[in-house]
């Protein structure tokens, strides 16, 4: 696949979802924002917490091996590896915003119950954050730099595969805050 329109698209993805976060999420009070719709089930706070803990996992990869990289022009076509392809499959969310695989989360990703009124715009920050390390890829190859996945070490990304996996994770996430709205 073409590494610019890759990057292109993921950086659109974004923006929507920054969009979506600062339209529906912002203006919420905080009955809303804390309310589960049930008790074994997350709020749109929890929701965003969440994803802000995954975020910090990528995104302090992002800070230290993007700006370490060598830059190359060559590198214009990124090919998704096996697990990355594998795993983006699994999280990121159909055309008509159904989500595939329904997952555990994992215990160091659940949020705490001490939410603070930070969270979202924790979460934008991050956004912003990500948009730059995908300006930053324009000009590195997205398959030979490795990002360690959340699951640790035994599994790696390329780094075009761990944009789309992060990226796809965050639009789930947010998928599933506006499903908690609704339900409220």
Known sequence: ???HY??????SDTQE?????????SALDKVQLYTRPAPNRWS??????HMNIANAHY???????????KPTMNANEFKPGLMGNYFVKMIKPKSDGRIPSPMKTMK?????????DNTIRNFLADQQSILKALELSKRLDLN??????AIGPIVTFKLGDAFRF??????RHVIQAKKVLENL
């Open 1 to 3: 696949m073409d590494k």
């Open 6 to 11: 890759l990057i292109r698209e993921l950086i």
């Open 17 to 25: 979802i920054v969009t979506t976060v600062e339209d529906t999420f």
């Open 44 to 49: 749109v706070l929890e929701c965003i917490e």
């Open 59 to 69: 995104i302090s990869q992002f800070d230290v091996k993007l700006p370490a990289a």
């Open 108 to 116: 160091k990703f659940i949020p705490e119950m001490k939410l603070n």
């Open 144 to 149: 030979k730099i490795k990002i360690t996945s």
């Open 166 to 171: 992060l990226i796809g994770h965050n639009q």
